[in-house]
């Protein structure tokens, strides 16, 4: 049921879309073009942030930096009840949203897809945001001088994603 | 903050690297990461330009001005200086449509515009408005209705039941959103002033 309402939800919303404009007698084609060249110097203009914070991010991972982090954290996160488990998952969450891709699939092949562990990783991946990641793109690199006040309070707001997912799924199991 | 973040991580990385031994994997993993990124990117410039142009329809129609309209409320009790008939009112109702619907690749190149919209009205330019960090914070805390990647996930594993964890997913996405707000609000009542 929900993987038939998934794959028809775009297709759905462009037909809608495509079919009001047309209905309206509008420049539905010319209006496209305009807003997909605009769209392509968006990226343009955000690439070098991509390629920067990409190559920063994975030498963190590569040298096991983000590891020892792990291990640094694991007192405090067992403190608050969070399973050691998926704690290289939580702590990925904000920085990187194609490591935490490769890290909650490992993570679900390694303890299941629908065992305890697994519902709480994929309750985690689906509540909460690219954090770091996002404030980037969103303030283009650009050097707000309040930036890490929006950045703290984000984290924070990931933070109760966790401990909120975790409790959550010690409930409903 | 990149500024100092950027060059930290860089540091830290290769002198932790220089004692752990991990030193040739840094090097592979720069070529890699260039590489990867590369593809990303190319991936991305099709579906941003793809759904910049869609929304660029949707923004042309007469319907969307009455969508607009209904939004627009709830934009005028988050974000205090958007002005309703304004450009940024149009690209944060765009942005934020999209977010709920789940199309985080039409709700990103919007909201680059409706952040690039406040900050011309920006007048202390090397500090962010309290409407725009409250823009940025709600796209931290995005609420879908499909989170379609871990549904997808979850299925390629053989999951029994993909879409099994939606409820609880909908329950702390919820409670975070208001939380992320309400803290944003307590915490940059002064940022205009």
């Known amino acids: 049921m929900i993987s038939t309402i998934m794959s028809a939800s775009i297709p759905l919303m462009i037909f809608f879309i495509a079919s009001i404009s047309f209905k309206e007698k509008k420049k539905t084609f010319e209006n496209f073009l305009e807003g997909a060249k605009s769209g392509i110097y968006i990226l343009l203009e955000i690439f070098p942030t991509l390629i920067g914070l990409f190559v920063a991010i994975n030498m963190l991972r590569v040298s096991g930096v983000l590891n020892f982090i792990v291990k640094l954290f694991m007192p405090i996160f067992a403190l608050i009840g969070i399973p050691a488990e998926i704690l290289p998952m939580a702590i990925l969450r904000p920085i990187s949203g194609s490591s935490t891709v490769a890290v909650a699939t490992e993570l679900m092949k390694q303890y299941g897809v629908d065992t305890y562990i697994g519902l709480i990783i994929s309750t985690i991946m689906g509540s909460t945001e690219t954090t770091i990641y996002t404030v980037s793109v969103y303030t283009r690199g650009k050097n707000y001088k309040n930036i890490w006040k929006v950045i703290t309070v984000a984290l924070l707001g990931d933070l109760l994603g966790i401990i909120l997912s975790v409790k959550l799924c010690q409930i409903m199991l | ?193």
């Open chain 2, 1 to 193: 903050m990149l500024n100092i973040i950027w060059p930290i991580f860089i540091i830290i990385s290769i002198i932790y690297a220089c004692f752990s031994g991990t030193l040739p994997k840094i090097n592979d993993s720069i070529f890699d990461t260039i590489e990867s990124t590369m593809s990303l990117v190319i991936t991305l410039a099709g579906t941003m330009c793809f759904w910049s142009g869609i929304m660029n329809i949707l923004e042309k129609t007469d319907f969307f001005i009455k969508l607009k309209n209904g939004i627009s409320k709830v934009i005028k009790l988050i974000f205090k200086s958007v002005e309703k008939d304004s450009k940024e009112s149009e690209y944060i109702s765009l942005n934020i449509i999209s977010n709920i619907l789940g199309l985080g690749n039409a709700a990103t190149p919007m909201g680059i515009k409706a952040m690039d919209c406040m900050d011309e009205k920006n007048k202390k330019k090397n500090f962010m408005t309290k409407d725009m960090m409250m823009f940025i914070l709600i796209n931290t805390a995005s609420i879908q209705i499909i989170p379609t990647t871990v549904i997808a996930i979850r299925a390629s594993l053989g999951s029994k039941n993909p879409s099994g964890m939606i409820f609880q997913i909908w329950v702390v996405s919820i409670i975070v959103f208001i939380s992320v707000i309400s803290f944003g609000k307590i915490f940059f009542k002064r940022e205009d002033s």
